[in-house]
C-alpha cells in the first residue's frame, strides 16, 4: 500500500484564508465603511441644510410679521395740545423707515416710541435691525439716536429694501418710489423685499403693508410716550 503525502493546498485552504483573501476582504471592507460614513455625512449635511433654510424662512416670516403690525399702526400725532393740527411722522428709503408707533410694554415703556427699521451692512451680508425710543413731542429732527434701544430682527441677508408707493393696491403700483418724505400723507403701501444668502438673484421674500391711519383721519392729542 503506497502512502500520500498530504495535499498542501488543499491543508492551506482547510486552515483559512489566504493573505490574497484578506487583503481583498479588506479591501471591500474598507470601501463599503467609506461609503456608509460618505452616505451619512451626506445626510447630516441635507439636514442642516434643510434645517436652516426652515429656520431662516421661520425668522423672515416671524420678521415680517412684527414690521407689519407696527406699520399698520403707525400714527400721526399732534405735536401739542395747543396746536392741534397733525403732523406726520413719517420718512423712508430704501435702507431704512422712521415713523411713530405703539411698542409693546415688553419692549420698553409702553405707548408711543419713535421706531426705526434700517437695513445696514456687516461681514456677511446686511442685517435688518429695530432702533426705538420714547416719543417726547419735541420735534421730529431733536432725536439723535442715542437713548434709543436695538433689536437685530434678521441677519446674514444677501439683499433687503424698502420701496413706498401713493397707488391703492399692488397691482396698480407701478411705480415704487425708493424714498418718501411723509410730510403730507403716508404711502398707501409699503413694501419690503428681502434676498436670504444663498437665494436665486430673483428670489425675494416680498412684504405689502398698507398703513391705517392717513393724513385726513383725526385723532386725539397725544402726551408724552401716552395715547389718550
Request: net charge neutral; charged share 20%.
Amino acid at each position: 500500500m503506497t502512502n500520500r503525502l498530504p495535499d498542501t493546498r488543499q491543508m492551506r485552504r482547510e486552515t483559512g484564508f489566504t493573505l490574497l483573501e484578506l487583503l481583498v476582504s479588506m479591501t471591500i471592507l474598507s470601501i463599503m465603511m467609506t461609503l456608509l460614513f460618505n452616505g451619512l455625512q451626506l445626510g447630516i449635511r441635507t439636514w442642516d441644510a434643510v434645517s436652516d433654510a426652515s429656520q431662516r424662512t421661520q425668522d423672515v416670516y416671524f420678521a415680517q410679521q412684527f414690521i407689519r403690525r407696527h406699520l399698520e399702526e403707525a400714527q400721526p400725532v399732534t405735536p401739542d395740545p395747543i396746536n392741534t393740527q397733525q403732523q406726520l411722522v413719517f420718512s423712508g428709503d430704501a435702507n431704512s423707515l422712521r415713523f411713530v408707533g405703539l411698542m409693546p410694554s415688553y419692549l420698553g415703556h409702553g405707548g408711543l416710541h419713535l421706531i426705526n427699521f434700517e437695513i445696514m451692512d456687516q461681514d456677511k451680508g446686511k442685517q435688518l435691525i429695530l432702533r426705538y425710543e420714547l416719543f417726547q413731542n419735541n420735534g421730529w429732527e431733536n432725536y439723535s439716536g442715542e437713548e434709543s434701544s436695538s433689536i437685530v430682527l434678521l441677519e446674514n441677508l444677501e439683499d433687503a429694501e424698502f420701496a413706498f408707493t401713493s397707488a391703492g393696491s399692488s397691482r396698480q403700483a407701478g411705480n415704487w418710489k425708493k424714498r418718501w418724505d411723509g410730510s403730507k400723507e403716508f404711502p398707501r403701501l409699503i413694501r419690503l423685499r428681502i434676498r436670504s444668502t444663498g437665494s436665486a438673484p430673483d428670489t425675494w421674500n416680498e412684504l405689502l403693508v398698507a398703513p391705517k391711519l392717513n393724513a385726513s383721519q383725526k385723532i386725539p392729542s397725544i402726551q408724552t410716550g401716552v395715547r389718550t
